[in-house]
């Protein structure tokens, strides 16, 4: 038995201002992050847990060796 595939196509083009806001909130997250293992890292009494200082890309939407104009 075959049933038809019916779609229907959606594009969503977020504004300037929804972009900045996903980004403040992407690196506001980044901050507390940061501020973690630093608190973690400083007083070294997680007995289970390893901090390392990995870190995720702080800009991801930023291309690597990418100018701004």
């Known amino acids: 038995m075959?049933?038809?595939v019916l779609?229907?196509?959606?594009?969503?083009s977020p504004t300037q201002a929804q972009i900045g806001a996903?980004?403040?909130a992407?690196?506001?997250?980044?901050?507390?992050l940061l501020e973690l293992r630093s608190t973690f890292?400083?007083?070294?009494?997680?007995?289970?847990?390893k901090v390392t200082p990995a870190m995720p890309v702080m800009r991801?939407?930023?291309k690597?060796?990418?100018r701004r104009s």
């Open 60 to 62: 991801p939407w930023k």
């Open 64 to 66: 690597e060796g990418a």
């Open 2 to 4: 075959s049933v038809p």
């Open 22 to 24: 996903a980004r403040r």
């Open 41 to 49: 890292q400083a007083h070294q009494n997680l007995s289970r847990w």
């Open 26 to 32: 992407y690196l506001a997250w980044y901050g507390a």
């Open 7 to 12: 779609i229907c196509p959606i594009s969503f």
